[in-house]
Each structure stands twice: as structure tokens, then as C-alpha cells.
């Protein structure tokens, strides 16, 4: 019997090192500590926003993120969510361009086996540019109609949380797919828009057509406030208020 209880303890003895040795630790199979993490994200590559993300993993359940998004000049994606097929003056806005420019760094908390795998939370603050061009608003002169081009920028700052759940793949785990399911920011927009008319002079009713085109253009989009101001040689749009949006994607990266 002794010698029995002896075998059946150095077999678990044997079977619990085994297992330990099987233990994963965020170092094995990186190329400097594992603690490291870069990612694009997938899903606002058919927008043409591209986005960029840098994790550092400081422990089990903390990680620090900055992201990067970028889009290259060209039309608003889904303006034709937002604009009716049988109002001209959504022209205006359909024909206009905008890029952007983003920051994003994040504070996760995750709240499984950690150390950059499972589910989390994560507060985070967001800077964002937006930069407007080819706004074309009109008046007509004598039955001809003239343009006014426009151009500017909108800067928003927020502020907001969210949530997602990110696997660590492969061998080494070295392979990530994070996927953030939602995220929540609001906070203040502010910006200007403005064109000068170089050909000429405007009358006074004609700088009412061109303000009730711009309004009538800009109040199907939601959130933003905006006031129009238009004389005799200028057209500018104050653009001011609170803003909120929110986050969702789906990244693929590599742990290093």
C-alpha cells in the first residue's frame, strides 16, 4: 500500500510538471517580450479609412493603446444614408470631399486571463480632423448659375468607453484578432467652412439663395450645428455644438 501511494503521488508529482512546463507565459516564442502588439484594422479598409494600433501589455489586466486612423481625400461614406434622391440641393454635399485624421490612445482593462487576451474594457479619449473640400453651393444670375467653392476643417474632441474581446492565436500566440464590439464616445465639435467669390459681387438675394442652399444641404446631417454667414464676396459656415459617434471593427496583428 505505501508503495502504491508512493507510485500514485510521483505520478502526480510527474503529471503536475508536465503540465506546468505547458504553461504559457507572454514571453515564449516572442521577439523581444511578448508585451508588445501591433494591428490594422480590417473593417475600414472598404471606406478607405485605415487604421493602425500599437499595444503595450504593463500586466495581466492593464494595456496601454494608441491608435491611428487616416483617410485619404474622397466622397463622405453613406452620404446617400443621409441625403434624399429627390432634393436637388443635396448636390451640394454629395459632390463634397473630406479626409480625416485620427488619435486615439486607450487605457484596457481586461478582465479574463489577461495579458492582452479576453474580454475588455477600455476608457478612451479620441482627437479627430476632418478636412472639407469641393463644397459647391450656387446662385443663379440672370439664368445663369454661378459656384461658390468652399473648403475647411472640423476638429472634434471625445471621450467615451469601450467594449471588445481579443484572442491571442497560433503556436506562440503570437497572432491577434481583436475585435471591438462597441464603442461609445461624445464630447465638442468645432470648425469653419468658407468661400470667397472671385468673379464678381453678390446681390443681396442672391446671398440668400446661397444661404438657404447651404442650410437646406447641411440639416440632413445629424449632430452638427452649424451657423451660415454670406456678404457680397464670402461664404462661411461655423461649425460648433457637441459631438458623439461611436467605434466597432475588427483588427488582425501580430504580438512580438
Not at 8 to 35: E, I, R, T
Not at 151 to 170: A, E, F, R, V
Not at 206 to 224: C, F, G, M, T
Amino acid at each position: 500500500m505505501k508503495k502504491l501511494f508512493t507510485l500514485v503521488l510521483l505520478l502526480m508529482v510527474s503529471v503536475s510538471a508536465l503540465f506546468s512546463q505547458k504553461d504559457w507565459s507572454v514571453s515564449d516564442g516572442a521577439l523581444l517580450d511578448g508585451k508588445n502588439i501591433i494591428k490594422v484594422n480590417l473593417t475600414g479598409l472598404p471606406i478607405r479609412n485605415f487604421g493602425f494600433y500599437g499595444e503595450r501589455i504593463i500586466n495581466n489586466r492593464f494595456s496601454a493603446v494608441l491608435g491611428v486612423n487616416v483617410m485619404p481625400k474622397g466622397g463622405i461614406p453613406f452620404i446617400n444614408s443621409f441625403t434624399s434622391s429627390n432634393n436637388n440641393n443635396d448636390e451640394t454635399i454629395q459632390n463634397m470631399k473630406v479626409n480625416t485624421f485620427a488619435l486615439t490612445p486607450e487605457l484596457r482593462i481586461y478582465t479574463g486571463s489577461g495579458y492582452g487576451k479576453g474580454f475588455y474594457f477600455a476608457p478612451y479619449f479620441k482627437y479627430e480632423q476632418f478636412g472639407l473640400s469641393d463644397l459647391s453651393v450656387t446662385f443663379t444670375d440672370n439664368d445663369v448659375d454661378h459656384e461658390v467653392i468652399m473648403d475647411g476643417k472640423l476638429k472634434t474632441y471625445s471621450g467615451g468607453l469601450m467594449i471588445g474581446y481579443q484572442w491571442l492565436l497560433g503556436k506562440h500566440k503570437n497572432i491577434v484578432l481583436d475585435w471591438s464590439i462597441l464603442g461609445l464616445h461624445g464630447g465638442k465639435s468645432s470648425g469653419n467652412v468658407h468661400g470667397y467669390y472671385a468673379t464678381g459681387t453678390m446681390t443681396e438675394e442672391q446671398q440668400q439663395e446661397v444661404k438657404n442652399n447651404i442650410d437646406d444641404a447641411l440639416s440632413d446631417i445629424p449632430v452638427i450645428k452649424y451657423t451660415t454667414t454670406v456678404d457680397e464676396k464670402n461664404v462661411s459656415v461655423d461649425l460648433t455644438g457637441p459631438w458623439a459617434f461611436f467605434r466597432m471593427g475588427l483588427s488582425i496583428g501580430y504580438r512580438f
